[in-house]
Each structure stands twice: as C-alpha cells, then as structure tokens.
C-alpha cells in the first residue's frame, strides 16, 4: 500500500515540476529570484570587501578588476555594497507582507463570512486605510519612530493591508458559496473549521500570487523610502539610499545610481513575474480540473 | 414511529415571496419517501430548510421535529451535532460537493472526526473501510487521490460514504443521479438502495424520476408551486394518481420507459413552470390543468384518508362537476 501511494505522489509532483517549467513567467520570475536570495545569503558570509570599509585614496572610483562596481564617495566597493544592500530589501519585503497578509487575509475572512455589520466596519476601515496617503504614513512614522528600516517595512505593511482584505474577502466569497462548503455544512463542520480546512486551502495560492506580486512592490516602495530618508539611512547599504548618494555625484560618476538601480529592476522584475506565474499556474489548474 | 416530521414548513424570500408554502410531510423510522415534481417546485428547498441549511437571505418558518425534538427551535451548535451524524445529506453535484484541495479520504474520515472523535489514524483506517463499502475499486488508492482525479459516479460515491459514515437516522438525497451519465445512474441508484437497507435509515430521495421512486419508495410525494400536491403510498400514486399533475409527470416519464406509440413527438405537460411569485391564484397548477374550472380559484386543501391525500378540487377518478373551461 505505501508503495502506491509513493508513487502516486512521486507522479504528482513530477507533473507540477513539469508544469512549472513550462511557464515562461514561473521560470524567469523564478531565476530572478533565486539569484537575488543566492545573492543576500552569499553576502551574509562574504563579499568582495566590508560594505562599510572606507577608502579614502579610491573615491569615486571607475569599474576594476579591483572593483567591479567601482566604488563610492568614501571608497567603499560598490559591488559589495549592493549585494548588501539586497539583504535589506528582502527582508523589508519579507516582514511587510506578512504584516499587511497576517493583518489583511484574517480581516478579509471575518469579511467574507460574518456579512453584515462586521463585514462593513473591516471593509470601511480598509477602504480608509487605502484612501490614507501611504507617504504621508511613512513620514508620520518615521517623526513618531525615527527613520529606520523597520519604520519603512511598517508602513508599507500597513498601506498594503487594504489589497489583502479584498482578495481575501471576494475569493473567500466564491469558495463559502460553494456546494462542497454546503456539504461540509451538511456533516456538522463549524464555521470557524469551515474556514480553516476549506476555504484557506482553496484561496492559498491566490494570496501567495498576491504576496509575490506585493513583494515586488514592497522592494520598490522600500527604496523609495530609504531614498527620501524615511527608512533606512546611511551607512547600512540599501538600494534606495545608495541610489540617494549616487544622485549627488551624478555629474563625477553617473554609474553609481546605475547599479543599485539595476539591482532593483531584477529584483521587482522577479517577484512580478513570480507572482504572474503562480497566478497563471493556478488559473490553469483550476480550468483543467472544472 | 415518525422519525421526521415537518410541519407547515414556509420557506420565504426576502420580499416575503413564499418559496415554499406550508409543506407537510411525514417519514417514519426506516421509510423510503420519494419527493417528486419539475424543477422550482420547491423540493431542494424543503430539504436545505429541513437540515437548517438555507441561505442566510432565505426565511424559514413553520416546525420540523426529528424525534420529538424541534429542529426550528434548536441551538445552532445542536444543529451542528445532527447534521452529518443522525441526519444526513446527498448533493446533486458531486463534482462540485467535493473539496477540490482536499484528498478523498481525509474528507470521508472528516465526518467521523467531528461526530465520533475519531483520531487522524482511525478516521482514514474507517474511510477506506466506506470508500470500500460504496464499492469503490481499490478502496486505499482512492483515498489518496484528489476529487479531480475521480469520475463523476465515483464521486458520487464517495459522497455517499461520507453520508453514510455516521449511521443515519435518515438520508436527504437531492436527485443523487441528476448529474451522471444514464449509464451509471443506475449502478449508483443500487449502491443507494442497498446502503440505506443495511443502514436500516430512512430516505427522502428528490427526483425526477418516476421509475426510481417506483423501486426505491414505499411513499412519493409530489410537490408544485411550493406546495404538497398528493401524498400516498407508492404502488397506489404511480398507478392510479388522483392529482392531474402526478398523472401529468407519469405519463411525461412513461413514454420514455415504455415503447409508447412512436409518433415521434413525447409527451410534455403544457405550459411550463412560472417564476416564483408568478404561479395562479388558488391551485398553482390550474393554469396548466386539462380538468381545471372555476372552482380551481380557490386554494384546495390537501384532504384524504390517512395514507392518500390529494390537493385537487377534481381529483382524478371523480367527474368533473360543473361547467369546465376545458
């Protein structure tokens, strides 16, 4: 018996490695972000040089064998510094959505199941929070908290608070409307393990494509921030005030903005299309097995 | 003994249109009753209300009693306790019925969690023992696999397994066959028959199918318009039926079942099925009745002896009186 159902499984999962390499988005999107991660993890054991190790005889240096990147006002390598710079941005994606996904999928559940006047005050509170001007929650955060990366990982974790109670709220909608809900009704389930065991399970993959899509924009909006001094400030190397150093010597050496910039296009790049790809996946899956 | 009695049971939309309209209908302990009629005549509803399972918009009213318990009346947490365990229910679309993210057996042993306690272990072990009982081909691989990966009968089948895993007071099969293939309909029909006989349950099957209802039922009722139309035992409606509509839906289903003259053309009953809200005044079927008169205006009232009940102004075996517009 066990050896039917491991192969049963061993099947199972060839075909979705199949399905996924079929997807073009799921691949590249996929490549992109592997090389970004390989990249923070590898820098948290080496990099070229310390980020923050100065050298006042090599400011502004041009690209090297030395230093591929060249290096920066203070003579620190450019290279070493973006790969850096990349621990920041994921891990302010990482923590921001899973704040707007742990605070937005369980209000959009209440949403979707309680209707009625719960359902109103989570989708009128959110409806407020989207319509709040998310810079000018950054800059009220960060006079309340101080710049820092954790001021900016919260206030993009709070803006995006609003996308996950909707897609929570109008997929768990269709899933509580289903018949195979009515019949777990039927057997005796309570609510609340109606939404643990049936309607998590089945609107999973849409959030995860959420979050991926969400991720991306969360580096963008992370750099942002650290460019306008709300986030995190120098000298911790992050994209975003690289790219705001970089600015004031763009006349002596264009190329330092360049490259935490191009950093930043793979990494949003990825994420999207990670994220186009689960959501391709799963809209395939889904019109297979109707 | 009766085990499950309703009681004027009104099922209203929010407008207060009447959905169903002060349904009666008795079964008792191990009886079969078949629930006939077109679709919108109310049967899907009267079974969701009995099991307490109607949309939150939808308003129930009137008593169902199981046992001599009140269901209407009852907390929703002992609700919760009967449904699945002492009352249970059969979908018409087992394709839809299932979690399509959840493997097969997981979803027969979940019955037997909620109501027995059963462990993880012992919940799968007692669901391929169902799976086998429902005569699923190799009961163990079944289990494993997800919804998708099973064909409609066998689907169906494993809804019955989960109907079954508690012993029953009593089965709601909402026309279980509707959506198979003719040619399984049948096997799965079988299965059902010879379950509820060894469960010892009662039935209340819904369908179409007036063939079925002559096998599996000891009882038929038929409903229209919302309401109970005629009620008696089986062998006597399907044979000699005193309301023009049970007659009318025999004769549609005869044709099919028997070599009838093959002019080609079946036999239909005229007109069709209005909107809720939208049937006659008094009888709901008059406007499509070959015997109906002015008389028919006026509601009749289901009347009888104690097995046979008919809601007919000129039940079928009795002169039409008067001027008819016939």
Redesign the interface.
């Given at each position: 018996m066990t050896v039917v159902v491991v192969e049963a499984a061993g099947a199972r999962s060839r075909a979705g490695l199949w399905r996924w390499a079929r997807n073009p988005s799921a691949v590249v999107g996929g490549t992109l972000v592997g090389l970004v991660v390989l990249t923070a993890l590898v820098s948290l054991v080496w990099t070229p040089y310390p980020p923050l190790a100065v050298d006042p005889s090599h400011t502004l240096a041009r690209p090297s064998w030395a230093h591929l990147f060249g290096t920066d006002e203070y003579g620190r390598d450019v290279l070493s510094r973006v790969m850096a710079g990349s621990r920041i941005s994921l891990y302010a994606g990482v923590v921001s959505v899973l704040v707007a996904t742990a605070v937005g999928v369980p209000a959009g559940l209440l949403a979707a199941e309680r209707g009625g006047i719960p359902a109103q005050v989570v989708l009128r509170l959110s409806d407020i929070l989207y319509a709040f001007p998310a810079l000018l929650a950054a800059i009220t955060l960060s006079a309340a908290l101080g710049a820092s990366t954790t001021t900016a990982m919260l206030a993009i974790g709070i803006a995006f608070i609003p996308v996950f109670v909707r897609v929570t709220r109008s997929n768990a909608l269709v899933v509580l409307g289903s018949d195979y809900v009515l019949a777990a009704r039927a057997y005796g389930r309570r609510p609340l393990a109606i939404l643990r065991r049936h309607v998590l399970p089945n609107i999973a993959t849409t959030v995860i494509a959420q979050m991926s899509l969400l991720f991306s924009l969360a580096i963008l909006a992370e750099a942002g921030l650290d460019y306008l001094g709300l986030g995190t400030t120098p000298p911790t190397a992050s994209w975003g005030n690289m790219i705001e150093t970089g600015q004031t010597y763009l006349s002596q050496d264009p190329l330092l903005s360049v490259w935490p910039g191009i950093a930043i296009f793979v990494a949003v790049l990825g994420f999207t299309l990670l994220g186009e790809g689960i959501a391709e996946l799963r809209n395939a899956r889904l019109g297979r097995s109707a | 003994m009766t085990l499950l009695s309703v009681r004027d049971l009104t099922v209203s939309a929010p407008g207060g249109l009447a959905l169903v309209d002060g349904v009666s209908l008795d079964i008792e302990k191990g009886e079969r009753v078949g629930l006939i009629g077109e679709s919108g005549s109310g049967k899907s509803l009267t079974a969701l209300a009995v099991?307490g399972?109607l949309g939150?918009e939808l308003k129930a009213t009137g008593h169902v009693f199981f046992g001599n318990e009140d269901l209407f009346a009852a907390s929703e947490r002992r609700r919760?306790?009967?449904?699945?365990?002492a009352i249970?229910?059969i979908?018409q679309?087992p394709m839809?019925?299932?979690?399509?993210?959840?493997r097969v057996g997981k979803q027969v042993g979940?019955?037997l969690r909620?109501?027995r306690g059963l462990g993880r272990r012992a919940a799968a072990r007692a669901a391929v023992d169902l799976l086998g009982r429902v005569e699923l081909p190799d009961p163990?691989?079944c289990a494993?696999?997800y919804p998708?990966e099973l064909s409609g009968g066998q689907r169906q089948r494993v809804?019955m397994a989960?109907?079954i895993s508690c012993d029953p007071d009593v089965v709601l099969a909402d026309e279980p066959t509707t959506a198979l293939d003719v040619t399984v309909q049948r096997r799965v029909l079988e299965l059902l028959d010879r379950l509820v006989a060894e469960e010892h349950c009662a039935l209340l099957l819904i369908t179409h199918d007036l063939a079925v209802v002559s096998e599996m039922c000891d009882r038929v009722v038929t409903m229209y318009g919302g309401r109970v139309v005629e009620v008696g035992p089986a062998a006597r409606m399907l044979t000699s039926p005193a309301h023009p509509y049970t007659e009318a839906l025999l004769e549609t289903s005869l044709a099919v079942s028997v070599d009838a003259p093959s002019d080609g053309v079946l036999p239909a009953i005229a007109g069709s099925v209005p909107a809720a809200g939208a049937f006659p005044t008094g009888c709901p079927f008059r406007d499509r009745c070959p015997r109906r008169t002015e008389a028919c205006e006026v509601t009749p009232p289901l009347a009888g002896d104690g097995t046979h009940a008919v809601a007919c102004w000129w039940p079928i075996a009795q002169p039409v009186a008067g001027t008819s517009t016939r």
């Open positions: - | 099991m399972l939150e919760c306790q009967l449904r699945g365990d249970s229910m979908f679309e839809m019925a299932l979690n399509p993210t959840m979940e019955t909620i109501h163990q691989r494993m696999m998708h809804m989960i109907a």
